[in-house]
């Protein structure tokens, strides 16, 4: 079964900080992963996507992810975080047999204090 | 450009009535996905099209969800005789193609509580 997990469901850092956010995936085929972020009351926003190519994918607002087929993981990472970073993150999956429907994580609350 | 647009953000429901929640995809977006969120939880599918065609309904919870999207572009999802169950946060994404490479957009959501 397609699955994603995201092992924490809260991340805290210092402003300034690096942070990292976890997923790993379960899919058949190869995977297209995605990361979305949502502030309250919000949808979600589009941050970065791996199809194929380069390992390391860049996004919005500085974010980039690594994607590793090995370890069946693509964290999402920022060099220097920001107060304004915190809100909820989903990683989200697309394997060769679901069809157009994206499955997604749980969800990991992001803090980021000054 | 207008991004995906929901209506009424919020809605609230006695247990037993008939609601409808409307999306409205970036213009030209030939697909449309649903998805629910419950609370706390990250969203889960519902249905999607391809244009006007329904191809694929395998996540609505129970025949009491329909949807549809009869001319290709505003779709609707209808929940008939609500339950306390169906509260959660309906969010509408819609991407340009039916390409698993392709982003989805999602809307705000529409936040059903049901009394």
């Known amino acids: 079964a397609q699955s994603v997990a995201q092992p924490e469901d809260q991340v805290n850092v210092a402003e300034g900080n690096p942070l990292t956010v976890k997923c790993t995936y379960s899919?058949?085929?190869?995977?297209?992963l995605f990361w979305y972020v949502q502030y309250p009351n919000r949808g979600l926003q589009f941050l970065l996507k791996?199809?194929?190519?380069?390992?390391l994918v860049k996004g919005s607002y500085g974010f980039e992810a690594e994607f590793n087929k090995s370890q069946t993981s693509f964290h999402l990472k920022k060099p220097s975080a920001l107060v304004s970073d915190s809100a909820l993150y989903f990683c989200?999956?697309?394997?060769?047999?679901?069809?157009?429907?994206?499955?997604f994580g749980q969800g990991t609350e992001l803090s980021v204090k000054p | 450009g207008a991004g995906v647009s929901q209506s009424p953000r919020y809605k609230v429901a006695k247990r037993g009535q008939d609601v409808a929640l409307r999306c409205d995809p970036i213009?030209?977006?030939?697909?449309l996905f649903w998805y629910q969120q419950a609370l706390g939880q990250g969203p889960e599918f519902l249905t999607y099209?391809?244009?006007?065609?329904?191809?694929?309904k395998s996540g609505l919870p129970s025949d009491r969800f329909f949807a549809e999207r009869p001319e290709g572009s505003v779709s609707t999802l209808k929940i008939q005789r609500t339950q306390q169950e169906d509260s959660a946060v309906y969010l509408c994404?819609?991407?340009?193609?039916?390409?698993?490479?392709?982003?989805?957009?999602f809307g705000p959501g529409t936040r059903l509580t049901v009394l």
């Open positions: 994404a819609s991407s340009e193609y039916l390409n698993r490479a392709d982003t989805q957009y």
């Open positions: 099209f391809q244009n006007e065609a329904q191809l694929d």
């Open positions: 213009s030209g977006h030939v697909s």
């Open positions: 989200a999956v697309r394997g060769g047999n679901q069809g157009g429907k994206l499955i």
């Open positions: 791996y199809i194929t190519g380069d390992n």
């Open positions: 899919v058949s085929g190869n995977p297209y």
